[in-house]
């Protein structure tokens, strides 16, 4: 008769309660004598477990006990759950197959499928209201947004980066320049090409961007001695000529050729920041460097020679009479991204010096320009350049306009801005409306 309760493993391992698990080949439930010694009658386990019909007894090579009997209930049992088990997760999968294109649409409703690099996004959960103010359109809304100078500026390794700016203004809020927001880096130590970004927002809260690239090289040909910046004043339509026609005057299709001329043969235009590192000697700037300027902010100018600068890419000032009570609306009627807005002054374009030709900045004290000018900005955003009124200036006109803070300063002297020269004080190249193509490219060469 068997140890009661005392069955062990085959490799001496206790097996509890009479339950019997298996070494492999042998079973556990095999008896044994009480001095450890195997009966005649036990044998190795070879598969020959067999449950009876009724699943009450388990047979064990003719051994049969009830402990064994109640283990082969249990498991049978257990198989039968598992079996349940099993219908019941089929029945589910089919279940789902049924309704899942009623439910796919409320699930997907809202969703981005992919995301930027072709991965599926999880589904989102979607509200009828939100207690919140949703988050404005990344639109441009209307603004007008620009670069200073070149949108690619070319800088030489080693020197230091000048950062040249942007300018934006909107049909409703008007000009917004000073709330552009600038963001990048250059490492003016290593050559290669940095993005630089400029975004605003306007009162409804539409963005626009503009972006400059930055171009370090190991080394360029370089502007020498002195830069050109031309002075124009109106344009006209061929089909139009004004009636009090003069050299202020250049009709679309002479100014057209010329900016054809700077487009076709490269030509580079600094930003002010730019020209004024280059007066001081502090910065190279790209050989064929030129700025344009068109004083006054005339109509004319404005619809037809904006839209010339518009087509040929080319970066330009307008310099603003901003007590005109239309230049504000003109400067949003003719906004382009190549057209940026300085100063002219506020109400010093009228006579009543005695100096040069007669303004009244020469009658004024240096508080009272100073103060103009701070109007002036107000206008146009900016106070970067100054073209000063009839081209007249005095010792305290020259220091108002240094302490206002502006970067470069012109009369009308006919020539170049030359390094070394007083950045209050600079000279430009008059461009008159009978001069020719090839007068033209001699000035600027």
Not at 300 to 324: C, E, K, W
């Amino acid at each position: 008769m068997a140890a009661k309760g005392s069955h062990r493993a085959s490799n001496g391992r206790r097996a509890t309660g009479g339950d019997h698990t298996t070494d492999k080949n042998r079973t556990t439930g095999g008896n044994r004598t009480t001095d450890g010694r195997r009966r005649s009658g036990e044998h190795r386990y070879a598969g020959a477990h067999r449950h009876s019909s009724d699943s009450r007894a388990y047979s064990h090579g003719g051994h049969v006990s009830r402990r064994s009997a109640r283990a082969a209930v249990r498991q049978a049992r257990t198989q039968r759950l598992a079996a349940l088990a099993v219908v019941v997760a089929c029945a589910l999968a089919a279940l789902t197959l049924v309704i899942a294109p009623f439910a796919a649409p409320t699930l997907m409703r809202g969703r981005d499928t992919t995301t930027g690099t072709g991965s599926p996004n999880p589904p989102t959960v979607t509200h009828a209201t939100l207690e919140r103010t949703a988050a404005p359109e990344l639109s441009p809304g209307g603004i007008v947004i620009g670069v200073n100078g070149s949108p690619t500026t070319i800088m030489l390794k080693g020197e230091e980066y000048v950062e040249g700016g942007a300018h934006a203004i909107d049909p409703d809020d008007g000009v917004l320049t000073a709330a552009i927001q600038t963001s990048g880096t250059v490492d003016a130590d290593t050559a290669g090409d940095y993005t630089v970004t400029y975004s605003v927002r306007n009162s409804k809260g539409n963005l626009a961007t503009a972006t400059r690239t930055v171009r370090v090289v190991d080394s360029m040909e370089t502007q020498n001695g002195g830069i050109p910046v031309l002075m124009y004043h109106y344009v006209y339509d061929d089909a139009t000529p004004p009636a009090d026609l003069n050299n202020n005057y250049i009709a679309a299709s002479a100014l057209e050729q010329q900016l054809r001329y700077l487009t076709d043969n490269g030509f580079y235009y600094p930003s002010w920041h730019e020209v004024r590192a280059f007066i001081d000697g502090t910065h190279s700037l790209p050989k064929r460097s030129v700025v344009l300027t068109f004083d006054d902010g005339e109509p004319g100018f404005m619809s037809v020679g904006g839209a010339l600068l518009a087509r040929y890419q080319v970066p330009a000032t307008s310099f603003i009479i901003a007590n005109d009570g239309n230049a504000p609306q003109r400067m949003k009627d003719y906004a382009t991204p190549y057209l940026e807005y300085q100063s002219h002054s506020y109400a010093m374009h009228q006579a009543g010096g005695n100096v040069g030709h007669g303004g009244r900045i020469s009658a004024m004290t240096k508080q009272e320009i100073i103060d103009d000018l701070k109007q002036s900005a107000a206008v146009t955003g900016a106070l970067d350049a100054l073209a000063y009124p009839f081209g007249d200036t005095t010792p305290d006109a020259i220091e108002a306009v240094r302490e206002a803070g502006v970067l470069c300063a012109f009369t009308t002297q006919y020539g170049w801005a030359n390094i070394g020269d007083d950045p209050m004080v600079l000279d430009r190249v008059r461009i008159q409306g009978t001069g020719s193509l090839e007068t033209f490219i001699g000035a600027i060469q």
